[in-house]
């Protein structure tokens, strides 16, 4: 199991996560806004995919469909591969920052929901969107890995990680896709 972080933090990586968490007395509008983009944004992106899917026409499905393949391939690296092969505490167990999120121990290398949110943001940017939407969409993909920060629970290369996972998941299964998709086509 490779172990990040086992030492000690790297001194970049604490500064940064420092200066996301908010402390001990922070504005209470601040802690409600990580709070609501890391327990309630989730939800509300995967609820968008419904009316998405019924209403985007034959391009919009296939996009609602490259964003669930690549948000599960995101979580199943990040939650069920990533987690379990690198042994990485999180803040909150190395005594950094404030804890605003209850969270149970075990390794935070990479956030699962930051990749997760991340596949989602990508998948819509590279859909047939209009940009508006496009930039909400990776607006609340980086809303998502901001909180996991200001809450307590991630160190800032957990998030950068994840959001690199994301967008490589994302990525492939648009690649993926596209390459099947030929075949298919293909004489």
Not at 151 to 166: E, M, Q, R, T, Y
């Amino acid at each position: 199991m490779l172990a990040l972080q086992a030492v000690g933090v790297n001194t970049f990586d604490s500064s940064v996560f420092l200066g996301l968490n908010p402390g001990r007395d922070p504005p209470e509008a601040l802690v409600w806004l990580a709070m609501a983009c890391s327990r309630w944004l989730p939800a509300v992106l995967l609820m968008a995919l419904l009316p998405l899917a019924a209403l985007g026409g034959p391009r919009g499905r296939r996009t609602v469909l490259m964003a669930l393949l690549g948000m599960g391939l995101a979580w199943a690296a990040a939650a069920a591969l990533l987690k379990h092969s690198v042994a990485a505490p999180r803040p909150f167990m190395l005594g950094l920052g404030t804890e605003w999120l209850g969270h149970s121990g075990g390794n935070g290398f990479p956030s699962s929901h930051a990749a997760v949110a991340m596949a989602f943001a990508v998948s819509m940017a590279l859909g047939p969107w209009r940009w508006p939407w496009r930039a909400a969409a990776v607006l609340c993909g980086l809303l998502v890995g901001w909180s996991r920060i200001a809450l307590g629970v991630h160190f800032p290369s957990d998030v950068l990680a994840a959001a690199l996972l994301g967008t490589a998941c994302a990525c492939g299964v648009y690649t993926l896709a596209g390459r099947v998709r030929s075949l298919a086509w293909a004489p």
